[in-house]
């Protein structure tokens, strides 16, 4: 079992991943709506390194359509970048809220959420080291000076590349106090079509789930 604290709940995900920007938007509008005191602990799962490629934009780009419909209060858009801008790592803002953690969870749940909507939201490449601090410059939780630090010193690059335990199955994988884990919380969906190459069909979606979520790890 993945090891975890009360009024907390362990989120294992990649910062670049449509599924996850969802979960965690969800999270945090599940905590506003039931005033839950509840910390959320980010680890990463590496898609790249499970899966030896970089940031897939084709698979992004089908999937954030289908994902951003069904809460676009989270922040989407399709890339707008210039090609050659698309992030194809995202490692270094992994590496940002891992580091953030030494101000403690406040710090690196904000950066975590900032970082996925300036991605999905404001087609920010994420890859590049100015871009993370300087989206930590807007997060009034991080003391961007700190972080600075932390990453130059790699404090937290052992932690980011790291295996996940074999019991987290993909992005996002929630894991709660009460030792139950739930990955991609309320949604059920298949691909239609060759994965990377057809689309993503949702097949069920229950928001609800948070309220449920957030009211357990509290208690």
């Not at 938007?25 to 898609?47: N, Y």
């Not at 490629?53 to 890339?79: C, S, Y």
């Not at 994420?126 to 630090?149: C, F």
């Not at 404090?155 to 884990?181: I, M, N, Y």
Request: glycine residues 8%; negative net charge.
């Amino acid at each position: 079992m993945v090891p975890n604290s009360p009024g907390t709940i362990v989120i294992y995900a990649d910062v670049a991943c449509p599924w996850a920007h969802l979960a965690v938007h969800r999270l945090w509008e599940a905590r506003r709506r039931t005033g839950a005191d509840v910390r959320f602990d980010h680890r990463p799962f590496q898609l790249e390194l499970v899966n030896e490629r970089p940031t897939p934009k084709g698979v992004l780009d089908a999937e954030i359509p289908v994902v951003g419909a069904l809460d676009p209060g989270a922040g989407w858009q399709v890339w707008q970048g210039r090609p050659w801008e698309w992030p194809v790592t995202s490692l270094p803002a992994l590496e940002a809220v891992q580091a953030a953690k030494e101000q403690g969870l406040a710090a690196s749940e904000a950066l975590d959420r900032a970082l996925r909507r300036s991605f999905f939201g404001q087609s920010r490449c994420i890859s590049m080291r100015h871009v993370v601090l300087d989206v930590a410059a807007g997060v009034p939780d991080v003391d961007e000076r700190a972080l600075q630090d932390a990453l130059d010193a790699g404090r937290a690059r052992a932690a980011t590349v790291a295996k996940p335990p074999s019991e987290v199955q993909g992005s996002p994988h929630l894991f709660l106090p009460d030792g139950s884990d739930h990955p991609n919380p309320g949604i059920e969906m298949h691909w239609e079509g060759e994965h990377g190459k057809g689309f993503p069909v949702v097949d069920r979606d229950d928001p609800s789930v948070y309220d449920e979520l957030l009211k357990r790890a509290a208690g």
